[in-house]
């Protein structure tokens, strides 16, 4: 992975032990998971002495509970954990009463209101320059997620409706961790995804407070080095395939920018190699792009690589760095050698077998 920077440093002087709340969900999550742990494991003594902290969450556990999320897990990573990481969710296409997904939920209760989604490929050599090296910055927790709709009956029969929040203080939030992000970045380029043509309300809130980053009281020059585009959505992702070393750091809301990550993945190969944290000004969690892959849980084929990078960016962002590198410097020799990897990837390799190749190169 090129991104090197933590995104918000957490200070870690004065941190004895490293707890990590576990929350594997569903499907694949509980394949993936116990890679991103060994990979911490294999870290020894340049961490603190660490803690897994298993917790429930998901789908499955809602249709025998009749909760995703239960109480006791958010109080567990409140009051107990330094951090997290998260496996995979399945969401149903289909209304499901008195389901809501968790992982939306707990980016709101813990107040992770960015995703943040490096997007990078392997060079072939160590040292060369990559192909793609993008940032999506994603805010986490307004738009279309608010999940407030309805539906009536009119004149045409069925109506349904759903309201788009966009607020001037997450949009802030979300573009002041755009600059802090492309600062630390060779090329200090943000460009800001929206379209402000046909939702010029919501969109053009979004895009004006961003843009204003630079001119807030306090910032004194700050983002002088950084410079600004703005891009439409649809035209964004044609861009991003046609042309995607034109992105460098990509801020959008949180609708436009899981399908842009998501859109990003197919550039590197695969969503399993896609890493992401969700990151508040006090927690950090870490969590692979990819889904819960029900057709594929339990053959022992996932790809581990999204949520052992996951892992990484959750140590970086801790302050972690050289542990960080360890692994993602790991990660992609697999990639670079290509004699383990996963069918997403054209391999033939067992989940098993990849992890235990990232844990033998740390």
Do not use: W
């Not at 999506?136 to 929040?165: D, F, H, P, S, W």
């Amino acid at each position: 992975m090129a991104f090197k920077a933590p995104f918000r440093s957490i200070a870690t002087s004065a941190r004895q032990s490293l707890k990590i709340g576990m929350i594997p969900a569903d499907g694949i999550g509980r394949e993936v998971l116990p890679g991103a742990k060994a990979a911490i494991q294999a870290l020894g003594s340049s961490l603190p002495k660490t803690e897994f902290i298993d917790l429930l969450a998901g789908f499955e556990y809602f249709t025998k509970t009749g909760t995703a999320l239960p109480d006791e897990t958010v109080e567990v990573l409140k009051n107990e954990c330094d951090c997290a990481l998260f496996g995979a969710v399945s969401s149903p296409s289909r209304k499901v009463v008195g389901y809501s997904s968790p992982i939306v939920a707990l980016r709101k209760k813990m107040d992770l209101y960015a995703n943040i989604r490096p997007v990078s490929s392997v060079a072939p050599n160590p040292g060369e320059k990559q192909q793609v090296d993008l940032v999506v910055i994603r805010e986490n927790t307004e738009c279309l997620y608010v999940k407030q709709e309805i539906q009536t009956i009119g004149e045409n029969g069925k109506e349904a409706r759903a309201t788009r929040l966009i607020t001037e203080r997450a949009s802030r939030r979300i573009g002041e961790m755009a600059f802090k992000t492309a600062l630390a970045r060779p090329r200090k380029h943000v460009t800001i995804i929206h379209k402000s043509n046909v939702l010029s309300i919501t969109d053009g809130l979004f895009r004006e407070t961003v843009r204003a980053v630079p001119a807030l009281p306090g910032v004194n020059g700050e983002y002088d080095s950084v410079t600004v585009a703005e891009q439409l959505v649809d035209s964004a992702v044609y861009r991003l395939f046609r042309e995607p070393h034109i992105y460098d750091v990509m801020v959008a809301p949180n609708l436009y920018g899981d399908i842009l990550s998501d859109a990003a993945a197919a550039l590197v190969g695969s969503l399993g190699l896609v890493p992401s944290i969700n990151a508040g000004d006090t927690f950090v969690m870490g969590e692979p792009v990819h889904g819960s892959a029900p057709d594929i849980a339990g053959q022992n084929i996932a790809n581990p690589l999204a949520a052992i990078r996951s892992a990484a960016l959750m140590l970086r962002h801790l302050g972690y760095g050289d542990g960080a590198d360890r692994i993602e410097n790991a990660v992609d020799e697999v990639i670079r050698e290509g004699r383990y990897l996963t069918p997403d990837l054209g391999g033939k390799s067992k989940t098993s077998e990849v992890v235990r190749e990232v844990v033998e190169r740390i």
